[in-house]
């Protein structure tokens, strides 16, 4: 396969300013042109710390159809790219942490976080279905949100589907994800792209500081794009995507083959 230009646009949502958000989508995308991929952080359209279910109900899309669809719809069409971007999603009385992705073609596909960080639990339900997998400008992508890292089935679902790219949406607060995702990447053997928000916000009582250093990480362990921890940043790397369709650790070891799954019944 050819080489693929994937990547993160890391930049600081403002919180309940959806077209102002929007607008810097948009502006990032266009910086950003040339790019097959390309990943922007969790709730990047609403910004993070929203106060309630009520304050959700404002800024939450349907997965298809919206503002957030319509503008990644016409940029993905613009700029022949594939974008994923963090939402709040509403469907009738519900709402998600949600990812979408939109193809060039239109195409449009979605992820509910299933792994709720902290007063998420307060503010969305937890998804109701397993990451896919999806044809993409650049390859396979699977998508996976945030905290969804630290519970590695998730990325390793995402693998054994045949997924070459793991996209990461993500509000990172912790200090350990982006060394972690060195992790994700070489176990599954798939690039990762985090794509990781700046700046801080304090709304109900806490201050929550985002951690930038949004990241592109190859399949052996490479990270080939990296942003500083504060600023605004576009990172785009040039990747073969089949080099994740190789699995062999060593001559004797096949990640996946050698997975000794009768022995795991008590992970489930
Ligand atoms: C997180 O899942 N936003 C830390």
Redesign the pocket.
Known sequence: MSKKKIGFAQFEPKVGEVLVNLSAVRRLAAEAKGADLLVFP??ATSG?ELMDPDEVRVFAEPKQGGATHETLLDLAKANNCSYVIGYPEVEGDKFY?SSMLVNPDGSTYNYR?I????R?KELFNSGDAPPAVYETKAGRVGMM????WIFPETARMIALQGAQILAHP?????QW?QRSMFARSVENRLFTITSNRIGSEERVGRRLTFTGASQVVTPVGETVSKAPETEEFIGLADIDPSDADNKDVTEYNHLFEDRMTGLYGSLV
Do not use: G, M, Q, W
Not at 170 to 174: A, G, I, P, T, Y
């Open positions: 969790e709730l993070y942490n976080k792994h709720l960080f902290s998420e949100i945030c905290f969804d993500s509000n990172l607060v912790l994800c």
